[in-house]
């Protein structure tokens, strides 16, 4: 079993920056890949990055250039750092993790709330 929980979220002016960061516990070593989602109110959950067990990251096209993904291992944490916040980033943000082990098996966080206001 793995558990995920955000945190980093907060009410933040368009062009400000947040660190978002997701804290694994459990089972560890079977997590595969990592990766971040946001939840607009109305809107379906969307992808919006990822990183391997590799340390190879990919990015959704509207948040390439302004969102970083990273890994600390040693604080089994991976962190979402947001530059250059648009009002249409407001979300909530999710992690989510993959089991290496078991196919289609996959762990989310409780997410955490971004707010951009202009």
């Known amino acids: 079993q793995v558990q995920l929980v955000e945190s980093g979220g907060g009410l933040v002016q368009a062009g400000g920056s947040l660190r978002l960061s997701c804290a694994a516990s459990g089972s560890i070593a079977r997590i595969n890949t990592v990766g971040w989602y946001r939840q607009a109110p109305g809107k379906q959950r969307e992808w919006v990055a990822q990183i391997t067990r590799s340390d190879s990251t990919n990015y959704a096209d509207s948040v390439k250039g302004r969102f970083t993904i990273s890994r600390d291992n040693a604080k089994n944490t991976v962190y979402l750092q947001i530059d250059s916040l648009k009002p249409e980033d407001t979300a909530v943000y999710y992690c989510?993790?993959?089991?290496?082990?078991?196919?289609?098996?996959?762990?989310w966080g409780q997410g955490t709330q971004v707010t951009v206001s202009s």
């Open positions: 989510n993790a993959d089991d290496r082990l078991l196919y289609g098996r996959t762990y």
